[in-house]
């Protein structure tokens, strides 16, 4: 499907350089004048989304200039070019060259970093999440990702980044990420350290494990900004985040991450979206861990309990909960999988059964062997999941077992 143009300035000016028909050819110039910052690798693909919304780096926007000034012989104005320079509201597609993730997330990082507040109009847009969800499985892969620039990039730099998302998801699994100073600050890091590594020199292998990085950033940076009730804002930087994934050939990764988009999905009503971002997830991840199968299988069963398919949800449940007993014996050097536990997987089977209006079953058959007991590490989990086991037996009447009145329901969770 063909988009409207909305950058009318842009596109009058192609237009005047005879670039209009001529997009690649526009790239190419583009290209050349970057040598300087970099192998730049833009294409039409390229041309077709600035036209349409989305707002190269600075030095892009500067080579655009020289371009289209060289061809008109006149002077051009960066304002000419017609790229808002307050790109909040902006709307972001699934980039489809690596070269563009970089741009989009730059402009991303940027914007929070120097904003306190986000837009009121900010939603959803669940088309946007499908077409995610469908580039990020048939896509092919990124036949390389090497670059070279001015800056080197080693293994040790990108291992800082990882110990960096390390320390921010510790905080935003104790105590929560939707602070919005504890995102100016990751946003800053991300502006000031990762945008520039990216704009650097590294080989296929390093660059690689450097997009992977960026993708846990940028994804953690998607999950406080959901836990500030600010989604549109968290969909464009999970959108990112699996372009990231898709440029790191993790395809577990990018399955977990569109799995996050499925959970957002599924916390705003939209339980027929989230089902198919889930399947996406499941059906791109392959054979997978059981740490990961576990994850996403659970994600699919909230979907279709919220939307009342009542025997695919019991059966992914059962997937799930087979998958979780396999974990223990599991060896994976996977950390993003550790925070699943058997409180995650409780509650959501419990918030599943009470959804399909199941709650005898619920409070026979999930609650008590499922919460854990020691639940520091993970404790909003399991407030989750003491609070979709309190709900299970008020709506029973009988709140009074399990010390649903007594202090049992927030026995351990101090932080």
């Known amino acids: 499907m063909v988009r409207p143009v909305t ?52 030095q892009v926007q500067a080579a655009m200039t020289e371009v289209l000034g060289r061809r008109l012989r006149r002077s051009v104005a960066t304002v000419e070019l017609g790229f808002a320079t307050d790109h909040s509201d902006a709307k972001v ?129 998607a999950f406080m900004s959901y836990d500030a009730g600010e989604h549109g804002i968290a969909q464009r930087h999970w959108t990112i985040a699996i372009r990231f994934a898709k440029a790191a050939d993790d395809r577990l990764y990018g399955a977990h991450l569109l799995a996050n988009l499925a959970t957002q999905a599924i916390y705003l009503g939209r339980a027929r979206d989230a089902a198919r971002l889930a399947e996406a997830a499941i059906d791109g991840a392959g054979r997978a861990p059981a740490a990961v199968r576990a994850r996403l299988y659970t994600t699919a069963a909230g979907a279709y309990g919220r939307s009342g398919d009542r025997r695919i949800c019991q059966a992914a449940l059962a997937k799930a909960e087979r998958a979780l007993g396999y974990t223990t014996a599991e060896a994976i ?28 079953q619920a409070s026979h058959e999930q609650a008590e062997q499922l919460l854990p007991t020691n639940v520091a590490p993970r404790v909003r989990a399991a407030l989750h999941a003491r609070k979709h086991h309190s709900t299970v037996y008020l709506t029973n009447g009988t709140a009074s077992r399990n010390g649903i009145n007594d202090h049992g329901a927030t026995d351990g969770l101090v932080g």
Request: net charge neutral.
């Open 7 to 58: 950058n009318t300035a842009l596109e009058a000016l192609l237009r005047d350089a005879s670039y209009s028909t001529a997009h690649a050819a526009f790239a190419r110039q583009l290209n050349h004048l970057g040598r300087a910052h970099g192998a730049w690798r833009y294409d039409a693909a390229s041309v077709y989304w600035w036209l349409r919304g989305r707002r190269p780096a600075e």
């Open 93 to 221: 597609s699934y980039p489809t060259t690596v070269a563009e993730a970089m741009d989009s997330a730059e402009q991303l990082w940027t914007a929070l970093a120097r904003q306190s507040r986000s837009q009121s109009n900010d939603t959803f847009d669940s088309v946007e999440a499908l077409r995610t969800a469908l580039a990020w499985r048939y896509d092919l892969t990124d036949q390389s990702v090497s670059r070279s620039g001015r800056h080197s990039v080693t293994t040790g730099d990108v291992q800082s980044l990882y110990a960096l998302a390390d320390h921010f998801t510790d905080l935003d699994r104790r105590h929560g990420g939707g602070c919005p100073q504890i995102r100016t600050i990751l946003a800053e890091l991300l502006v000031r350290q990762v945008a520039p590594m990216l704009s650097g020199a590294y080989t296929d292998a390093v660059g690689r494990d450097l997009m992977r990085a960026a993708a846990t950033l940028s994804g953690q940076l």
């Open 333 to 360: 050097d996977l950390p993003w999988t550790s925070y699943f536990s058997p409180a995650h997987f409780a509650g959501t089977a419990l918030k599943c059964l009470s959804d399909l209006k199941l709650h005898r």
